[in-house]
């Protein structure tokens, strides 16, 4: 697998806090941040474990800049009343490996880097660094560090430390254990509850202290035999002296397991059967079982290094972010890269997440639905408490399934779209994999309790059914009516609902129907959607008042959006880029050029959209860019807040814009369509998908598309439907 490395070649300290993030090793149930072994800042260090979250207290600087801010975004007098939200809990620093030679101990910024190489392993999952390091004293010593979580097993951690003197015979110290000492948005969260040692390993107890009291039982265990033991409240370590030899290696080998109150498999008893194991053979496990998955996600580029590099990046980073064994929690918008977003699920999760493990048929997709199905009775209150029927999922979701939007912001949970974006999940999951048994047991379900709460919520104006009082995608404009992005989804949502009872014969509501041919979808003259009601009204420019020093959240430092026609995001293109509602192509031109010219692209969800939007339109450079700016979000850093962690939307959005954009692929119930781009400077692109249980390869070059089906596919190409037995070549 060529480019499967991200390499950093010297030390620089103003990034480790970026690479923290960018260099998470992560087996979707515990994420590890990219800190160093020796020492890890509180802004670098970071352990998580999916679905352990725990009230944390607030702590949210405020700033008002003008009227905009006042009147649509923050919650003065809602802040003053804030005193805890939920959040990702950082449990503990495991790696800690502190290093001393003839009492000198290493640290990046003691003594002199002679040589430095840090580099996240795609093909292998791990993350490996070797260093070249002269103390103070002259003496020079390689040291490499080698890490990875399992994909074999989650709740294993390894790492191998190797210390080999090139100059010196002196005195080496190596201590392991781990430190106690993080925190979880600014605040000491978890507490030790117990610890005991043994002559190579540690076992110890935390607990949160937030309002779930969560328990993490950990258990370290070292290849040496311990010299010395400390608890003193900060560290549980445990140190090993070597009189040492010129150019022998000492190794270290530490496994660490992690079992949780949270934890659904009964992995506690299978620790000391794992733990018995060595680095190599875990490894091996590891790799075989990272291997398998990654094969099925990878998307390989011939003819450009750089795009190549960045897309294996992004999809690194979305495979690792899939909850493969429960459903306990679900994809975030940071996975388990950071703190940022408190490690909540967002309607990214359903539209720009989940597709890619819907398309690439992985079967632990359906943890992610099961999330959803699992919190149906949270949803089904939260729509009591408004006074409506069936089910309102909430805008920002955790392990609950309750809303926790921030108490501080005005508009956010009008964010009713995700309802529609939950049921276009389930429909999107039967449409590429036909499951009946899924739609039967739980689909069918998700959708009525949804179809049911839309049936509730619309209003009847003037003969026609109208969605008032919501925030669209664009979050710059707030308390709207008729967002198009949410009209038309809720139409597609509750027509096809209604569709598909009838096919698996299940009881359906005929309300849903009667809502839906008279729901209104907003279309202007000449096939402009206005992006909802009085949007065109708005001034085209975007004056600013106030001053402030603006963000990536609004690129305008004292932007008055409301009064604007310009846009956080794209809205009304998600329709187009995601969605599978046709529209006339001259519509499709229409609205690209507007509304491509009013998007301020402060949400890193806008490239993945416009990237497809400009392939659809035959753009094929500026799709490109698109494509690329997205690609490498996090790799350069684009919004400069990389280090909170990584944009899981856009990352899985890189993946998308291939395989949806440029090569054209919508999986549909009756066929997988197919109207393929490329880009002439690319000399091939190949991938794997999965249809209705029929695996299949792609493979695109600039003359011919060529699919391979392991089971017979249809295949819908430019207006001709066929079914595809054998490797076939179409043309572009």
């Known amino acids: 697998m060529k480019n499967a490395k991200i390499t950093e070649s010297e030390y620089i300290m103003s990034k480790e806090a970026l690479y923290g993030a960018l260099f998470t090793t992560s087996n979707g149930y515990m994420g590890i941040r990219g800190s160093f072994e020796e020492n890890a800042t509180l802004s670098v260090q970071g352990g998580f474990v999916r679905g352990l979250i725990d009230e944390i207290p607030f702590n949210q600087p405020l700033s008002i800049?003008?009227?905009?801010?006042?009147?649509?975004?923050?919650?003065?007098?809602?802040?003053?009343?804030?005193?805890?939200?939920?959040?990702?809990?950082?449990?503990?620093?495991?790696?800690?490996?502190?290093?001393?030679?003839?009492?000198?101990?290493?640290?990046?910024?003691?003594?002199?880097?002679?040589?430095?190489?840090?580099?996240?392993?795609?093909?292998?999952?791990?993350?490996?660094?070797?260093?070249?390091?002269?103390?103070?004293?002259?003496?020079?010593?390689?040291?490499?560090?080698?890490?990875?979580?399992?994909?074999?097993?989650?709740?294993?951690?390894?790492?191998?430390?190797?210390?080999?003197?090139?100059?010196?015979?002196?005195e080496i110290e190596i201590t392991s254990g781990v430190d106690l000492r993080t925190k979880s948005g600014g605040f000491k969260m978890c507490e030790l509850k117990s610890a005991d040692f043994t002559d190579n390993s540690v076992s110890f107890k935390l607990r949160t202290k937030g309002k779930y009291n969560h328990e993490f039982n950990i258990f370290v265990q070292n290849s040496f035999e311990t010299d010395k033991n400390t608890n003193d409240g900060k560290f549980l370590t445990q140190s090993v002296k070597y009189k040492s030899e010129k150019d022998k290696s000492y190794v270290l080998e530490k496994k660490t397991?992690?079992?949780?109150?949270?934890?659904?498999?009964?992995?506690?008893?299978?620790?000391?059967?794992?733990?018995?194991?060595?680095?190599?053979?875990?490894?091996?496990?590891?790799?075989?079982?990272?291997?398998?998955?990654?094969?099925?996600?990878?998307?390989?580029?011939?003819?450009?290094?750089?795009?190549?590099?960045?897309?294996?990046?992004?999809?690194?980073?979305?495979?690792?972010?899939?909850?493969?064994?429960?459903?306990?929690?679900?994809?975030?918008?940071?996975?388990?890269?950071?703190e940022g977003y408190n490690d909540y699920v967002w309607w990214d999760c359903e539209i720009y997440q989940c597709p890619v493990f819907v398309y690439a048929g992985i079967d632990s997709v359906k943890n992610v639905l099961m999330y959803r199905y699992d919190r149906l009775s949270a949803a089904k209150e939260i729509a009591k408490a408004e006074g409506r029927c069936g089910a309102r999922y909430p805008f920002i979701s955790s392990v609950t399934g309750e809303e926790k939007v921030w108490k501080h912001v005005r508009h956010p949970y009008m964010q009713y779209h995700v309802v529609a974006d939950v049921a276009w999940s389930v429909l999107n999951y039967y449409a590429a994999a036909s499951d009946d048994e899924f739609m039967e047991k739980y689909g069918i379900e998700i959708l009525s309790e949804i179809c049911d709460y839309w049936v509730s919520r619309v209003e009847e104006v003037n003969g026609r059914y109208e969605i008032s009082g919501v925030t669209g995608c664009d979050e710059h404009h707030p308390y709207v009516n008729n967002d198009a992005y949410t009209n038309y989804l809720v139409h597609y949502v509750l027509e096809n609902t209604a569709r598909l009872c009838k096919k698996l014969k299940k009881t359906e509501n005929s309300e849903w129907k009667k809502v839906a041919d008279k729901l209104y979808l907003p279309m202007g003259r000449g096939g402009l959607i206005p992006q909802f009601d009085g949007y065109f009204d708005l001034s085209k420019s975007l004056q600013s008042e106030g001053g402030g020093t603006g963000s990536f959240q609004m690129k305008t430092a004292g932007g008055m959006y409301h009064k604007s026609q310009v846009i956080k995001q794209p809205d009304v293109m998600v329709l187009f880029s995601h969605l599978p509602i046709s529209f006339d192509k001259s519509v499709y031109e229409r609205n690209w050029d507007y509304y491509e010219a009013m998007c301020e692209a402060s949400s890193s969800l806008t490239f993945p959209v416009h990237a497809i939007c400009a392939f659809d339109n035959n753009q094929l450079y500026k799709g490109y860019k698109y494509f690329m700016e997205c690609a490498e979000m996090d790799l350069c850093d684009l919004h400069g807040c990389a280090k909170d962690g990584v944009h899981a939307g856009c990352s899985a959005g890189a993946w998308y814009a291939v395989v949806r954009g440029l090569a054209g692929i919508e999986m549909q119930e009756e066929y997988v369509k197919i109207d393929t781009k490329m880009l002439p400077w690319?000399?091939?692109?190949?991938?794997?998908?999965?249809?209705?249980?029929?695996?299949?390869?792609?493979?695109?070059?600039?003359?011919?598309?060529?699919?391979?089906?392991?089971?017979?596919?249809?295949?819908?190409?430019?207006?001709?439907?066929?079914?595809?037995?054998d490797e076939t070549e179409l043309s572009l």
């Open 257 to 338: 397991f992690i079992v949780t109150s949270r934890d659904t498999d009964g992995a506690t008893c299978e620790r000391e059967m794992h733990l018995s194991k060595s680095y190599n053979e875990l490894f091996s496990e590891h790799k075989a079982a990272w291997s398998e998955f990654f094969a099925k996600i990878n998307i390989n580029i011939e003819g450009d290094d750089r795009a190549d590099t960045a897309l294996r990046f992004c999809s690194y980073h979305t495979a690792v972010s899939i909850p493969r064994n429960d459903s306990v929690h679900s994809l975030a918008a940071k996975n388990l890269t950071g």
């Open 65 to 170: 800049e003008n009227e905009y801010m006042r009147k649509f975004y923050v919650n003065e007098d809602a802040a003053k009343d804030a005193e805890v939200q939920e959040g990702v809990i950082n449990f503990c620093d495991i790696l800690l490996v502190r290093i001393s030679i003839d009492g000198e101990t290493f640290y990046p910024w003691e003594g002199r880097i002679l040589s430095w190489e840090r580099t996240l392993d795609i093909e292998n999952n791990c993350l490996v660094r070797t260093v070249l390091w002269e103390s103070g004293k002259g003496d020079v010593t390689e040291l490499c560090f080698e890490r990875f979580a399992s994909f074999a097993n989650d709740h294993i951690y390894a790492q191998r430390v190797k210390v080999t003197p090139k100059n010196h015979e002196k």
């Open 682 to 725: 690319w000399e091939s692109v190949s991938f794997n998908l999965k249809w209705q249980g029929s695996e299949f390869g792609v493979k695109i070059d600039n003359e011919k598309v060529i699919i391979s089906p392991k089971a017979p596919i249809t295949v819908n190409h430019r207006g001709k439907i066929f079914a595809v037995q």
